[in-house]
């Protein structure tokens, strides 16, 4: 059966070790682009032994795109798509399956990021094509390409290229234009042979420069989250542009921030979140309450409906306390499994709305997500800052579309003070196959300092 295939770059030559500050960042990159694949069922195949053992004539670059297909073959790798990525690029761990969107056709990024490098790249490269008028609008990064079988003989041609002209590209490269190895020729040989590209990609997926987009930043204005811009919006991290040396150690900073998404044993990892079951809450809405709630051992969580448990062990983790309040039986089983690594849980078996249920006294925070109409929510609202008028309450399935928690939220005159969860656009399935578009951010806080 055919499978889509990452061909991953990483060839670590020791000669230039020292320029490159070691080759620890490769290691980093190769853990996210597995976890990647794994995920979305894609054969890794790392390219790490130089065929051509020249590496000044034949530079890693080069070898990259004139082997990928004599190497597939080679390893008997019965392949679909190829998506041919440099080692010192990342993933992130949510990324969706790029495959889908490439329409089967020679898939890049449009690169834009040093206009002026680009523009003395092409007409450095122009008198060896025979003048032929390059359209700039199409210029794209090599160091994230996708092609298929289809693209075979356009590769083995530009191979041949290559092997005819060896010296003259080495002295254009080293000598004369001194702008990058094969990403210039190849756009060349791409347009010169007409192949119908797809450089649509989102602005997510081609995350390079990052420090010149000043994407290393976060929003001082909410000091609350310091994730830098490129883990929040990114989809793809390419550490390009930056001094070599410096590599391991940004890629080294950058992994220790997000490690713990690739670890499968994490207990994040083993949650079920909102894409997967709209009943639950987000992986990002867990991922907030996490970060906001770091360390909050002094206080004692309510939940008022836990479903089956996958954002109660979320509280479990933040909280000293946890009571856990949930009238479905077969729901309670689920809830003691997911968290059978806490002890911290007090669990309870009733509907919240009968006279059984009473509010605990020593509560400090409330997870509202029981009823969810508007008249449950206000009621539940205004019984719970009865009991503490500084309980902070937090909210799940702000963003609907019929917007009851919302109209519960302003009908009690409760002061948001945070947003949380997975933004306006983000889209579930609800039980009967019907899909769910949120309209504003997943879930708030209120009432918190």
């Not at 590496?55 to 080679?74: G, H, M, S």
């Not at 290393?216 to 490129?230: G, M, S, Y």
């Not at 921030?257 to 992986?283: A, G, I, M, P, Q």
């Amino acid at each position: 059966m055919k499978k889509n295939v990452v061909w991953w770059v990483g060839v670590k030559n020791e000669q230039y070790s020292e320029k490159y500050g070691g080759w620890e960042w490769m290691d980093i990159s190769r853990n996210t682009w597995e976890y990647w694949c794994k995920k979305h069922d894609v054969l890794f195949v790392p390219f790490e032994i130089p065929i051509e053992n020249d590496l000044t004539k034949f530079r890693i670059n080069w070898q990259k795109a004139i082997f990928a297909f004599d190497e597939l073959d080679r390893r008997n790798i019965d392949y679909d798509q190829i998506l041919l990525v440099d080692g010192g690029t990342m993933i992130k761990w949510d990324t969706p399956n790029v495959f889908d969107i490439t329409d089967h056709k020679f898939t890049a990024w449009r690169d834009t990021d040093n206009l002026d490098w680009i523009y003395k790249s092409i007409i450095g490269y122009k008198d060896f094509f025979d003048g032929y008028e390059f359209d700039k609008q199409k210029y794209f990064s090599s160091g994230f390409i996708i092609f298929n079988e289809s693209h075979k003989d356009v590769f083995d041609s530009f191979k041949k290229l290559y092997y005819d002209n060896v010296d003259t590209f080495v002295e254009l490269q080293d000598k004369i234009v001194h702008k990058g190895t094969e990403q210039t020729p190849l756009n060349y040989w791409l347009q010169i042979n007409n192949v119908e590209m797809n450089l649509e990609l989102p602005f997510s997926y081609k995350l390079a420069h990052i420090h010149r987009k000043e994407m290393f930043n976060h929003n001082w204005q909410l000091d609350e989250d310091k994730t830098p811009f490129f883990i929040k919006y990114g989809y793809l991290w390419s550490f390009c542009g930056l001094p070599k040396n410096t590599r391991t150690e940004v890629m080294k900073q950058t992994w220790d921030l997000v490690k713990d998404n690739y670890d499968e044993n994490h207990f994040l990892n083993k949650l079920v979140h909102k894409d997967e079951w709209c009943k639950t809450t987000s992986r990002k809405f867990k991922e907030d309450i996490l970060r906001i709630f770091t360390n909050r051992k002094d206080l004692v969580c309510l939940e008022l409906g836990s479903c089956r448990g996958d954002t109660t062990r979320i509280f479990a983790e933040c909280f000293k306390k946890v009571h856990s309040f949930e009238q479905s039986y077969e729901n309670i089983k689920h809830i003691k499994d997911r968290c059978s690594d806490v002890d911290n849980i007090e669990y309870n078996q009733v509907n919240v709305y009968s006279s059984d249920f009473k509010i605990p006294d020593d509560i400090d925070v409330t997870f509202v997500d029981a009823g969810h109409s508007t008249d449950l929510v206000y009621h539940d609202i205004k019984r719970l800052l009865e009991k503490n008028k500084d309980m902070i309450l937090i909210f799940d399935d702000y963003g609907q579309v019929d917007a009851s928690i919302k109209n519960a939220i302003v009908q009690s005159n409760l002061p948001i003070s945070r947003h949380i969860g997975e933004y306006n656009g983000f889209t579930c399935t609800n039980m009967v196959d019907k899909e769910v578009t949120f309209v504003a951010r997943e879930g708030v806080i209120c009432n918190m300092d």
